[in-house]
């Protein structure tokens, strides 16, 4: 259709990174290539027709291309005017206004729409942000009201925005030559990738930056203290608790300079809701869809014996890993000891991922029954639920170590036994098999950490970085090869050279995972557990995590930027439930601190490490004392923070100020105040509403009209006849007094 | 002047009670008539002067009229216009709604202003309270700038609104004969009294109706279970807890109702702050005056040894007060035991009131050189200082029977020797006291909760309502022959026929104390501590007080209208300081709960009472236990009261959706989204921004300006062409799939 110009005056951005500006592309799967039925085919022809007709309606352009087998579609969407745009933001900003999101009114001096956009530009995230919601909303709010995968639009798979490719060259280059992220690298992925991603690096950052006291202190104290001081505990506990209070605060300062501040309030219905019935909302008049509460309680209510399950199911898991593991390597002596030895930990990776990805189906079917109303409640109900899975499989084993095994090893390990008969029965000899006499390893819990904050924190990030890259490496391979194989090149061949490149990057980025921020939430406050529960074991623990986070956010970035579909830039005003889980770990820190220290402080426990010998009450009333210590620290730590000003809060104060000052001038102008007030303002000493002489004697002819009450009032004639007479009564005072004295 | 009518048309309330339109009257008291020098007279005289010249400028009309005696003055004023009244409210409204008290604006269909006075008229409470802001507000804000007792005006005694009798007498009449009060009944004391006191009754209705059920169970629990029942501690912690919450959700729900949510934000300042410079205010420009927060942590860091104070001084005397009693009750069998019986009490009655007022004393100095900004921050250091007295005051003696007496009294009795030792030395024969052989006392616990759950009760009722009211019969004879033997009838003499009732009220109202809420918070929470921390000790604790409480709030309303000047109605949005002190209880009560039963259960503890044989850390484990239930209980019910609707809530939802309704109506009148929007509006069946043909034929001549994204979106021509194609495709990947198949 034209002749393809690479230098080309209004493209600005080379070809191969130029995303035609397109916002969001749909992939359109058709129906599997293995069976399709001609039914099936003509459902997914007349929804996709439906599909261009309400995108288009909704005012979006479209253009569809072939994916990237001949099974799938890609529909390339986009605002089609600039002013339904300019209308959306405009509308959006009211609403955060009006929700109190904001604090002054979108343009409040009533500039020319195009002219106001100017001082309050459009960020890109705000646009798709946008653009997404108005695919999705329903069409009685003028929305397309498309939902992937669901009921008409089963087919579509999946709806994106593209990759800013340029930027996130650019981005992944300038994050890994600098060691700390400053507000301006926050702020551009706000921009570009919405709050709710930005929040998560932020957190990152603080967490990041805090992470270097605990480093240092940790570091010396390892080198002076040793493990299990209790000066460490003390300072590690105070430490966590500063952190928790300061980023409760920053996080409010965010919000605040993001201009997303009590943005949760403006809730986002979930399309999945199922309604029992409608009714009138007493108050607003409004018809809202209703689910009976009680019912919601009820399945609510299945959480407990869901927590149960995931302690029995996991911990029955790792309990039996366990037994196995010390039997072989403590108590076992005979023959394959040395393979034997990966038996449990053969075990562990099998059923671990297994068990966890069961249960956490199971987490989502729960949390799709409680059928919440919106987008927030779901999403904090499931993650509640996430926690308790990751808390069971993060850190039961070490509870064990610590708590079961060290304490009451000497009376559980002869129990081991059972493995032996049981074992022997399997071997033809019926002999016992080889033992040693069992002692407690006291090196146990200390490597167990070591792993756990170490190698553990490795092994993740290779999953989560190196191994998809590695996975999509290959596959890509194994695809072109079946593909060409398939001889399906008809739709490469259909490409228009100028768009052959730009289509082939987003059949790729079609087939990326989502990003789901999540996940990277998950890691850091399983990570932050570590630190406030066991660190006291091992108090280099803060130092490999100060390495691993530096790592971690540039791994995060790539994760992003390489290896998913660029997010929806969802707006947050917090990191959401996490924060609840931040503050539990950092309690219960103080719990299993101080029990620590008093287990296994050298000092007391016996030549063995065993603390045998430590009084039940002492442990008891350490554990309480630490915890209240705790509590007071907190509530005092929480106090002081509170006291402290922020940019966010300034910017805050200063717009309430000015939108103060600004309605108070107009309310002057208005002349509510001067013309009504003026009659008793200041100035008119002692006249008011008294009643002057003439009119005073006007009404003495009519004596019977007037009320004991303005009799009271006339008695002294303005402020100077009061003053006149009070001196009198003062000085008549004096002298009686001074008679009397006399 | 005038005759005096008694039944004049305009006084509609009968003379007796005819309060003259009086908004309020400044106590002005002379220099003391013992020996007022003539600088001091004439000083007294200047102040005078410019009192009534500055009550005049900020729009007062004055009268005076002479004191009780010849040595005070009492000067009346009141609004001298509407308009000023008017204008007030009005700006005091608007304030309200620039801080987010009020949802919407006053007056926003721009009455005129009589008009919208007549739809929102102004209460007697919001009339009073803002003319009192009117009097002690600075002269640069407009006001009087009259601060009582302070400065220049050290000759002002006091400032108070006048009694409404007719009303006080009405209100008690109703309130004695009614169970219960109904929101009615506290809307009546809101707008005469203002919020603060009305939050008051609020509070102490909402605790008496929620002690029905611990009255009512307790009882049952009494006959059926005994004290120390764990059953009934735990009914007894979950009662509080739903107590508690409800309360917090109650509070913020007449909050509402009452139109003052959030006025905590809108701070008074104090008059007797002293700032150290005056600095600009970064971000508003406005002078603030400021004081070094630093200096105000330092000296707020005295009150902990201030509390060790307390612990120690009235610790030691309650020690030893007990330490006697127990000697002379339980050991000792000389002579005049039964008179020596009575020194502990003698001795607690001598010294607890002198020390307690010490103390309260040493609060206030302390707290005023904490030197706050405003006057909430002040009152909430002082209410906290307050709790902590009162704290050891009313519930050491328990927890030393409780916790020390039966625990360790077999090894601390034998010490108490000493007693008899000391006496030894004073007596002639030089031979020992005659003394028993010690044995716990089982029932002394109960006697003493007994003691102060009933008994002390009672007491405070009667100093309360009781002595004042007889000390005034009392000091009004005495004054009254005194007065008439010194001959100062003359006053009483210029008093005019019509106003001599109302002057000779005004001049006792004057003599009459301030009422503080804060004592009668003060009791109430101590009262739910009694309950929450020792009622499992007896468990008809809630009976007592449920009677106890029906008389205390017609008690303290008898205290409000005959004891007590009136209040000013200051406006509160919450019970403040005491909410905290509340929680504080609630939870220690499940700790001391949980530890009394575990003591002094009967199954456990040998015959004598003694809960010797108990180990110590199965005690500790039952307060972890019972400590960390109540929090998981009270996170519980937090969650579950939160999501309940209330009037309150209701209300505020349906103001914010009536001004957002309103809002977004008058922007779509702006005609802004209409104007800008058209272009993007549904209906436009893929129209949008797209190239229509001959703009299409007219690019086509000059390719070379056409940018790729151009070329891209012109592809396809409209949704009709994407849907085309599209449909193309797929059916092309069914044909394909078609012939793969066979």
Redesign the interface.
């Known amino acids: 259709?034209?002749?393809?110009?690479p230098d080309?005056?209004?493209?600005s951005s080379p070809?191969k990174d130029?995303n035609?500006?397109?916002d969001y592309v749909i992939h359109?799967k058709?129906p599997s290539?293995s069976?399709?039925s001609?039914t099936e085919?003509a459902e997914?022809?007349a929804a996709?027709?439906q599909l261009?007709?309400v995108?288009?309606?909704?005012?979006?352009?479209?253009?569809?291309r072939?994916g990237k087998t001949?099974?799938s579609?890609l529909?390339?969407v986009?605002?089609?005017?600039?002013?339904?745009?300019?209308?959306?933001v405009?509308?959006s900003r009211?609403q955060d206004w009006?929700y109190?999101v904001r604090t002054a009114a979108p343009n409040p001096s009533n500039l020319p729409?195009a002219q106001y956009f100017e001082s309050e530009p459009v960020t890109e995230a705000e646009r798709l942000l946008l653009a997404y919601l108005l695919i999705t909303k329903p069409k009685n709010e003028?929305g397309a009201g498309v939902t992937p995968k669901v009921g008409t639009w089963k087919y579509v798979e999946s709806i994106f925005p593209l990759h800013d490719r340029r930027f996130n060259r650019r981005w992944i280059t300038e994050w890994s030559t600098k060691y700390f992220l400053d507000e301006e690298d926050l702020n551009k992925i706000k921009d570009k990738f919405g709050e709710r991603v930005a929040f998560y690096f932020a957190f990152l950052q603080s967490y990041f930056a805090f992470l270097l006291f605990p480093a240092a202190f940790g570091a010396s104290a390892w080198l002076i203290l040793g493990g299990f001081s209790w000066f460490y505990a003390a300072v590690n506990c105070l430490w966590s608790v500063v952190f928790f209070e300061h980023w409760k605060m920053k996080e409010i300062d965010l919000a605040v300079q993001w201009g997303v501040r009590g943005v949760g309030k403006i809730q986002m219905p979930r399309p999945q809701f199922k309604f029992e019935r409608e009714s009138l909302d007493?108050?607003?008049g409004?018809i809202i869809k209703v689910y009976s509460?009680l019912k919601r309680l009820a399945r609510q209510a299945l959480q407990i014996p869901f927590a149960v399950a995931c302690v029995l199911v996991l911990g029955s898991l790792i309990v039996s890993c366990f037994a196995i593991e010390i039997f072989i390597n403590e108590v076992y002596i005979g023959l394959f000891k040395q393979y034997l030895t990966f038996l449990p930990t053969i075990l562990l990776t099998i059923f671990m991922p297994t068990l966890t990805t069961l249960l956490t189906k199971l987490a989502e079917k729960l949390t799709d029954m409680e059928n919440y109303e919106t987008v927030d409640a779901h999403q904090d109900s499931f993650v509640q639920k996430i926690f308790v899975l990751n808390f069971i499989t993060s850190y039961l084993g070490i509870f064990l170590t610590a708590f079961v095994y060290v304490p009451f090893g000497k009376i559980l390990v002869p129990y081991l036994d059972v493995f032996s008969i049981t074992a022997q029965k399997f071997t033809a000899e019926g002999k016992p098999l080889p033992t040693q006499v069992w002692q407690i390893n006291p090196d146990r819990l200390k490597k167990q950490v070591i792993y756990f904050t170490v190698t553990a924190q490795i092994v993740n990030f290779a999953t989560e970085v190196i191994v998809p890259y590695a996975k999509r490496k290959v596959f890509k391979t194994v695809e072109k090869v079946q593909y060409l194989s398939?001889k399906?090149e008809q739709t490469l061949l259909q490409d228009t050279a100028?768009?052959a490149t730009?289509l082939k990057r987003v059949r790729d980025e079609a087939e990326l995972a989502d990003y789901d921020v999540t996940i990277d939430y998950r890691e850091m406050v399983i990570q932050f557990g570590y630190l406030s529960l066991f660190s006291v074991v091992w108090p280099l623990t803060a130092c490999s995590f100060l390495v691993n986070n530096w790592v971690e956010a540039r791994s995060d970035a790539m994760k992003i930027a390489a290896n998913s579909k660029r997010p929806i830039p969802w707006r947050a005003d917090s990191i959401g439930p996490w924060l609840n889980s931040l503050g539990f770990l950092s309690w219960l820190g103080s719990v299993t601190s101080s029990a620590l220290v008093y287990l296994f402080n050298k000092n007391k426990s016996g030549p063995d490490g065993s603390p045998w010998d430590i009084?039940?009450?002492a442990?008891?009333?350490s554990?309480?004392f630490s915890e209240h210590l705790y509590l007071v620290v907190q509530f005092v730590v929480r106090g002081v923070i509170k006291?402290m000003d922020s940019p966010g809060l300034?910017k805050e104060?200063?717009e309430r100020?000015a939108?103060?000052k600004q309605?108070?001038e107009r309310?002057v102008e208005q002349d509510?105040?001067s013309d009504?007030?003026?009659?008793?303002?200041?100035?008119l000493?002692?006249?008011?509403?008294?009643i002057t002489r003439e009119a005073l004697e006007e009404e003495a002819r009519s004596?019977?009209?007037?009320?004991?009450?303005?009799?009271?009032?006339?008695?002294?004639r303005?402020?100077a006849e009061?003053?006149q007479?009070?001196?009198a009564?003062?000085?008549?005072?004096?002298a009686?007094?001074a008679k009397?004295?006399k």
């Not at 995108?55 to 569809?64: D, H, M, Q, R």
């Not at 605002?79 to 959306?88: D, F, K, M, R, V």
């Open positions: 259709m034209a002749t393809y110009s080309h005056p209004a493209g070809s130029n035609f500006d397109v359109y058709l290539s069976s399709p001609s085919s997914a022809e996709f027709s261009i007709t995108l288009s309606s909704a005012g979006f352009a479209t253009e569809v072939p001949s099974s579609l529909v390339f986009k605002l089609a005017s600039p002013g339904l745009l300019q209308a959306q405009y509308r009211v009006l109190g729409l003028n007493p108050v607003t409004e509460p398939e399906n100028d768009e730009f009084p039940g009450w442990l008891l009333l554990i309480l006291k300034q104060r200063a100020f939108m103060r309605l108070l309310m509510v105040l009504e007030a003026g009659k008793g303002a200041p100035g000493l002692g006249q008011g509403d008294k004596l019977s009209t007037v009320s004991p009450e303005q009799l009271f009032w006339q008695r002294q303005g402020a009061t003053i007479i009070g001196r009564l003062i000085a008549e005072a004096a009686s007094h009397s004295r």
